[in-house]
């Protein structure tokens, strides 16, 4: 694929990527139902259903150059602590989305869909 002058930009539900993983590896709907438990008690299924986060970042960038890269979660969120030093390390944006309560069930897709929005307004990617 001849990725030229093609400009990406990549928006992560991160907290939806790390429940699908889980999920993935450990069974459909586990992931509340060990939350539900205690997620600290989990940590062998948590370590199972590791997201590969260069996997990500590198696949977009098969399709051009990278020139901005959010992901969106709660980033206080045990589950989710572990990946903040990988993710600053590929030049990953962290949006701080806070708990379910506060945003509802689509807080991630909103506010990820209006920071989309603005950015493809203002300029080419």
């Given at each position: 694929m ?42 062998e ?11 990500i ?6 399709f ?13 969120a045990?589950?989710?602590?572990g990946?903040r ?14 708990p379910a ?10 506010r990820l ?13």
């Open positions: 001849d990725t030229g002058d093609t400009r990406v930009a990549v928006y992560l539900d991160f907290d939806n990527i790390v429940i699908s993983r889980y999920d993935q590896v450990n069974g459909r709907n586990s992931f509340q139902r060990d939350k539900a438990k205690g997620l600290a008690k989990q940590a299924k948590l370590a199972r259903a590791t997201v590969d986060v260069g996997a970042i590198d696949f977009a960038s098969s051009g150059t990278l020139v901005l890269t959010r992901a969106y979660a709660d980033w206080s045990e589950v989710n602590t990946y030093e990988q993710l600053v390390g590929r030049a990953v944006d962290l949006v701080q989305l806070f309560a506060a945003y509802g069930k689509n807080g991630a897709d909103i869909a209006v920071d989309a929005s603005r950015t493809c307004s203002g300029c080419r990617i």
